[in-house]
C-alpha cells in the first residue's frame, strides 16, 4: 500500500474521534469540570495547612494547588483513556470494530491510530484546563507548555493502552463502565498526584513501595517535571516501558485468533 492509503486511515481515525468528541458535549464537561472541582474544593481546603515541596532537602516550597495541577492533568488523560477505551467496546457490539480489524492495515496501525486520536483529545483538553487554572494562579514557565507536550504525548498513550488493554479482555458495555471506577481509582490515589511520595513514604510504607509501582505515579512526574522545563529520566523510562507492556497485551488482546475477537466469534 502507498503511504497515502496509510494517511488517509490515519486521518479517517482521527476526525471520526475529533467528531465524537466533539458531538460528547456531556464527555467534554465532565473532564474539564471533575479537575476544576479537585483544584477549587480539595486544594483549597489544604491551601493553609500543607506546605509541600517535590524534594525534601530542599526549602522551595509551593502551594498545594500548583503541586497537584500535573496529577489533575494526568487525571484528564487517565479518565479520556478509559472513555475512549470504553468507546472500543459500544463499536464491538455494534459491529465496526470488527469492519475496522479486518481491513488491510495491521492490527497495531489500526490500535496505534485509534490510541493516537484519544491521546490528541486529551491534550486538547489539558490545555483548556491550563486555561481555566490561571484563574487560580496556576502558570507555568512559557517554555514549560511546550516542554510539557511530549510528556502529555507518551503518558497519554500508556494510560490509552492501559485503557485498550481492558476493553480486549471485556465483553459486555456494563462490565467495562464497573471495571473503569475499580482502576481509575486506586491508580489515582495510591500515586504522587495529590502528594509527594516522600511523604507518603513517612506515614505508610506500604502505600509508598505500591506508588511506586504504580504507572500512573510515573506518568504524573513525567509531566510535572516537564512542566517546570525539567527532565525525570526515571519517570520516563518507567512510562516507556509500561506503554511497550501494554500495546503487547492489547495486541494480543485484539488477535483475532486468540483475543477479543475469537471470544466474541464463539460466543
Same mark, same amino acid.
Given at each position: 500500500m502507498k503511504a497515502r492509503a496509510w494517511l488517509a486511515c490515519l486521518g479517517g481515525i482521527l476526525l471520526r474521534e475529533a467528531l465524537r468528541w466533539m458531538g460528547q458535549r456531556g464527555r467534554f464537561i465532565s473532564a474539564l469540570v471533575r479537575p476544576l472541582l479537585w483544584l477549587g474544593v480539595f486544594a483549597a481546603g489544604f491551601h493553609f495547612v500543607l506546605g509541600l515541596s517535590i524534594t525534601p532537602p530542599y526549602k522551595t516550597y509551593i502551594p498545594y494547588e500548583v503541586y497537584i495541577a500535573p496529577g489533575l492533568c494526568g487525571m484528564i488523560q487517565l479518565f479520556n483513556g478509559m472513555q475512549s477505551s470504553l468507546s472500543m467496546v459500544y463499536d464491538r457490539e455494534m459491529g465496526s470494530m470488527r469492519l475496522l480489524m479486518v481491513s488491510p492495515f495491521p492490527r497495531w496501525y489500526l490500535l496505534s491510530a485509534k #490510541? #493516537?486520536?484519544?491521546? #490528541?483529545?486529551?491534550?486538547?483538553?489539558?490545555?483548556?484546563f491550563f486555561i481555566c487554572a490561571s484563574a487560580w494562579g496556576i502558570v507555568a514557565p512559557p517554555s514549560g507548555y511546550l516542554a510539557v507536550l511530549p510528556a502529555l504525548l507518551v503518558s497519554g498513550l500508556m494510560l490509552g493502552a492501559l485503557g485498550l488493554v481492558l476493553s480486549s479482555f471485556i465483553r459486555q458495555l456494563e462490565n467495562f463502565a464497573g471495571v473503569m471506577n475499580f482502576v481509575i481509582f486506586p491508580m489515582f490515589f495510591a500515586s504522587s498526584a495529590l502528594y509527594p511520595l516522600w511523604r507518603v513514604?513517612?506515614?505508610?510504607?506500604?502505600l509508598y513501595w505500591i506508588s511506586q509501582v504504580n504507572p500512573f505515579t510515573h506518568a504524573v512526574e513525567l509531566i510535572r517535571f516537564a512542566l517546570y522545563d525539567r527532565f525525570n529520566p526515571v519517570a520516563a523510562a518507567v512510562v516507556l516501558a509500561y506503554l511497550a507492556l501494554f500495546m503487547a497485551l492489547a495486541l494480543i488482546g485484539y488477535d483475532p485468533g486468540r483475543g477479543m475477537l475469537a471470544r466474541k466469534g464463539s460466543d
Open positions: #490510541l #493516537l486520536a484519544g491521546v #490528541l483529545v486529551s491534550i486538547v483538553q489539558v490545555a483548556i513514604g513517612q506515614s505508610s510504607p506500604g
